[in-house]
């Protein structure tokens, strides 16, 4: 007789609680971006989504405000597709800018979280990041939770317990008696966030061993990557790597803060789901070959070596920087490469159909790429009229490489009203981008040495196009209300750098062509400095215009002159009332890298 066997699989995850927190500064993901992200955590067995991002007021500023009508009805939804997918739906409040310890603001915490529960979330999140003052209390903060806990979570059956992003959320923030506090006076079920070693960190075991002694608890990892918030020219597409293998039994969760970009961030989190699910077999080049060819089906070869050239973070306040950028450049001739460059952007683009979300957020890197790729060819053809000593064909050349990268400095992501941070993208940062731009000034150095002709056409370059701190006696201009729509405020110096949100204090500085002067816009915003020291972004009253938007650097013994001209004026930058204000005489600036 035949003969039946019974078997049982069993697969379970290393990490219990797995997913992502939307707790980037700049563009909250729209509605329709979360759709789809729930719909991928389902898929890939990610199941909780922790919702706090900087930029909702009602998260955020106006916490004890409830939602109006049609963002609750909107968040409603979010919950019930989250739910749908199996996915646990954190909201998270923010209440320490600004709250008092005293009675009202503690009911005022449970009445939003009651209001919220009522749509239907059944997790909540105390954020007590980037704050200081009264705020930052741990015994205050300890409270609260306890309060939060007897009064709203324990009258609730279905309601998970608290999770809390602390002030200290990193071990290089951390001081003091605040983490013991919070770990033996808060109650031992709330679940404690953590970043790591820094603001941006891998989690190794050391680390996980460390925390946990503090709080007496594991902590609940909140991972700062692939978030490109303080690095937004560059889309993070490389290999999630340098996580511990041998930190399950350690973590209470495990969260990943993605990119504004939505689709893009899918490549990381789609290795945050296999690292959470089997820790000790992750393979993080695996796993992010598997990301590509599912995220792009039919272009995911020319997808594979975008990513390829969107790695690195280049130089941050926060120092992660990720290897394997441009991993074939000079491997193969330079030629072959900046060809691909463009032939695989051209495939992208030509595919818009097949993934239009993936596309409109990542097209003005395509499109950045192919631009770079096409710069690459005119280097090379300068290289060569150079070597033959064409001085016609050398000019030629130079100036068509020019009239691209002009076309390129025009590539704006997220160039919409409304938007809360504008991002010029760049390609190959770390690798393709220098090699181009050294080699191009290279060329054009040489050149001047030996011949006259069409020198007007070539750049009488002080400072290369870059980013840039700019400082008066140790002090870091600074935009200090940063936000694309607002006008008529100025830059002020300050006397500590940034290191929550560093893009505040970095400056684009570009040569403009067309007047043979410099840019200068903030990397947070995009607002552009105009004559007066004052930062204008209106596009239809006050549009920037190269004619008096534009300025002489001058390198002196003591540092950068900063002078008006054209219809602006001759007029110099002064450092004044910690501000920068017009001058027959300017003050001397320190411009340097990051």
Request: glycine share 8%; charged share 25%; hydrophobic share 35%.
């Amino acid at each position: 007789g035949s003969r039946s066997c019974s078997f049982e699989i069993r697969d379970w995850p290393s990490v219990s609680c797995r997913g992502v927190i939307e707790g980037f500064y700049g563009n909250p993901w729209s509605h329709e971006d979360r759709l789809r992200q729930f719909d991928f955590y389902g898929k890939h067995k990610l199941n909780i989504y922790v919702y706090g991002p900087k930029d909702d007021p009602y998260h955020r500023a106006h916490w004890r405000e409830p939602y109006p009508e049609a963002e609750a009805r909107k968040l409603k939804e979010l919950v019930e597709a989250a739910h749908r997918n199996r996915v646990q739906f954190v909201w998270a409040i923010h209440p320490g800018g600004d709250i008092k310890w005293n009675r009202q603001d503690s009911l005022a915490v449970v009445n939003k979280l009651n209001i919220m529960y009522d749509l239907g979330i059944r997790t909540f999140a105390v954020f007590f990041d980037d704050i200081g003052g009264e705020g930052a209390k741990a015994e205050k903060q300890a409270g609260l939770m306890n309060y939060l806990t007897d009064t709203f979570v324990r009258k609730h059956k279905d309601v998970e317990p608290l999770i809390i992003c602390p002030t200290q959320y990193n071990k290089n923030w951390s001081g003091g008696d605040y983490l013991s506090t919070l770990g033996t006076k808060m109650y031992p079920e709330v679940r404690i966030m953590w970043t790591g070693n820094s603001v941006v960190d891998m989690i190794g075991r050391d680390d996980m061993e460390w925390i946990n002694a503090q709080i007496k608890r594991k902590a609940f990892i909140w991972l700062n990557y692939p978030v490109n918030d303080y690095c937004q020219s560059r889309l993070l597409m490389g290999k999630t790597y340098g996580n511990g293998l041998d930190i399950a039994d350690l973590v209470s969760g495990f969260c990943s803060n993605p990119m504004e970009y939505a689709e893009a961030s899918k490549v990381s989190l789609y290795s945050i789901a296999d690292y959470c699910w089997n820790m000790p077999a992750y393979d993080a080049k695996r796993s992010w070959e598997e990301a590509i060819n599912e995220l792009m089906p039919t272009s995911r070869e020319a997808f594979r070596f975008f990513c390829e050239n969107n790695i690195d973070l280049g130089k941050t306040a926060h120092g992660l920087r990720r290897e394997g950028e441009s991993p074939e450049f000079g491997k193969v001739p330079n030629e072959t490469y900046f060809s691909r460059l463009v032939t695989e952007a051209d495939a992208l683009l030509a595919d818009s159909l097949s993934q239009p979300e993936m596309l409109r957020e990542i097209s003005p890197w395509v499109e950045t790429m192919r631009l770079l790729g096409q710069r690459g060819l005119q280097v090379l053809a300068m290289q060569d009229a150079l070597q033959k000593s064409d001085s016609i064909g050398f000019i030629a050349h130079y100036r068509a490489f020019a009239r691209l990268e002009e076309k390129q400095k025009g590539i704006i992501s997220r160039n919409y009203e409304g938007s809360v941070v504008k991002a010029k993208p760049v390609v190959s940062g770390s690798i393709v981008t220098p090699w181009i731009n050294e080699e191009a000034a290279r060329l054009v150095k040489d050149y001047k040495k030996r011949f006259d002709y069409g020198r007007d056409f070539l750049p009488q370059q002080v400072i290369e196009d870059g980013t840039y701190y700019i400082m008066y006696s140790g002090k870091f201009l600074t935009d200090v209300n940063a936000s694309p729509d607002r006008e008529g405020d100025f830059p002020v110096f300050v006397a500590e750098a940034d290191t929550i949100n560093p893009q505040r204090q970095l400056w684009n500085i570009e040569l403009v062509q067309e007047t043979g002067r410099y840019k200068i816009t903030n990397a947070q915003d995009g607002r552009y400095i105009n004559e007066l020291g004052t930062f204008w972004s209106n596009k239809n009253t006050k549009p920037f215009n190269a004619e008096w938007n534009t300025y002489i650097i001058v390198k002196t013994p003591e540092g950068y002159t900063i002078q008006c001209a054209g219809r602006a004026g001759s007029d110099y930058w002064r450092a004044e009332d910690n501000r920068i204000k017009q001058s027959k005489q300017g003050s001397p600036f320190l411009i340097k890298t990051p």
